[in-house]
């Protein structure tokens, strides 16, 4: 069974610019959350989607924003990047059990923001 | 607002030699408490669920226990293959999975 598949892996993009990263979930599964890890703030929520729906956000500002394709492929945005947007963004998915918290975690895409 | 906070955030321990790792939480309507670990360049690994207070989960030589404030999880003759950043993660009833910071644990041979 094929994992989580992220992409890019790495990317480098300067301030002002915006970005797009894909994510592929586990074949079945509907879910798909996305998170941003950084040395300093560790793992924080962005927004989760289940069946094209944004069913849940974390306290990020408008920036920061997404979609569900009905294949449940996501796709997450920034645009107007900043230095402190750079991190290592990483997609779960899962079945979409409310009260799961197993999910399965990509590898991650790594923005870099010169 | 919900909070997991671990301790300690490094752990350097000898093989063979037993430890517990410490995630503290304040989750509003605590719907389960979650362990992971990840290897570095990798995403986290899902390891464990807990529920509710009093409950254990077991996985070689870790297992999980969980109170009404506190989760611990105990490495038990730990092997140079268990080193790895150890997070601990609540979801409430807000429904959001609310991470800490992890533990980055060391298992010298």
Request: net charge positive.
């Amino acid at each position: 069974k094929a994992g989580v598949t992220q992409t890019p892996r790495y990317l480098i993009k300067t301030r002002g610019q915006q970005v797009t990263l894909s994510c592929s979930p586990i074949s079945g599964h509907r879910s798909v959350s996305w998170y941003q890890q950084t040395p300093g703030q560790g793992l924080q929520f962005l927004f989760e989607y289940f069946s094209e729906t944004q069913r849940n956000k974390g306290n990020f500002p408008g920036r920061f924003s997404g979609r569900q394709f009905s294949n449940s492929r996501s796709e997450m945005n920034v645009s107007t990047l900043e230095l402190g947007d750079s991190a290592l963004y990483l997609c779960a998915s899962d079945t979409g059990t409310v009260n799961t918290g197993e999910l399965f975690f990509g590898e991650g895409s790594r923005l870099t923001v010169l | 607002e919900d909070q997991v906070t671990q301790s300690p955030e490094a752990l350097r321990l000898q093989e063979g030699e037993s430890s517990s790792l410490n995630c503290s939480y304040t989750v509003s309507g605590l719907r389960g408490l979650f362990w992971y670990r990840q290897d570095p360049g990798k995403g986290p690994e899902f390891l464990f669920t807990l529920y509710s207070a009093g409950e254990e989960k077991e996985k070689e030589r870790l297992k999980a226990t969980l109170t009404k404030k506190e989760s611990f999880l105990h490495i038990t003759a730990p092997k140079p293959e268990d080193s790895a950043t150890y997070l601990c993660a609540g979801k409430g009833g807000a429904q959001k999975l609310v991470f800490g910071q992890g533990t980055r644990l060391t298992i010298n041979p």
